[in-house]
């Protein structure tokens, strides 16, 4: 038995440690988050409430708490995948575009080559400026 204030003996007070990972029941302290799961999926599993809260020694709305909390916290999980699909799928569209632009400049390049001497400008005529001194068309930088 312990002694309570005055030097008292105070009758039905275990003395017990704390558990590893957690408070002990019904000391006010923090519960470690491997508790409050095991508790939340006693709860999932069927078991009553109050026999659960008594036997951790917290209140029933604090268990219903943390139970609505581990079920949001799923949700939300669930909700991320598709997030993660969105971003595979907005990344392709951005790949599709970019090989578009590119068959595109690669198309006028060749239709450029095959029409043969290239049309220029009066001045460029006169400076013997003709197709193999002209620059190639530009290249588009990667984004990656």
Same mark, same amino acid.
């Given at each position: 038995? *312990? #002694?309570?204030?005055?030097?008292? %003996?105070?009758?039905?007070? $275990? #003395?017990?440690?704390? /558990? *590893?990972?957690?408070? $002990?029941?019904?000391?006010?302290g923090r519960m470690s988050r491997q508790r409050k799961t095991a508790a939340v999926l006693q709860l999932l599993r069927g078991e009553d409430l109050e026999t659960v809260s008594r036997g951790l020694g917290v209140t029933a709305a604090t268990l219903s708490g943390w139970r609505d909390a581990f079920l949001a916290a799923g949700e939300a999980s669930l &909700?991320?995948? /598709?997030?993660? %699909? %969105?971003? &595979? *799928? %907005?990344?392709?569209?951005?790949?599709l575009g970019d090989m578009l632009l590119k068959t595109e400049l690669l198309e006028a390049k060749i239709a450029v080559l095959e029409d043969g001497p290239l049309r220029c400008a009066p001045h460029q $005529? &006169?400076?013997?400026?003709?197709p193999a001194q002209l620059r190639p068309l530009a290249r588009r930088r990667s984004r990656s």
């Open positions: 038995m *312990s #002694e309570g204030p005055g030097g008292a %003996e105070r009758a039905g007070v $275990a #003395e017990r440690p704390p /558990k *590893s990972g957690g408070a $002990a029941p019904g000391r006010g &909700t991320r995948q /598709k997030d993660g %699909e %969105e971003l &595979t *799928s %907005e990344r392709l569209k951005a790949k $005529a &006169t400076l013997g400026v003709g």
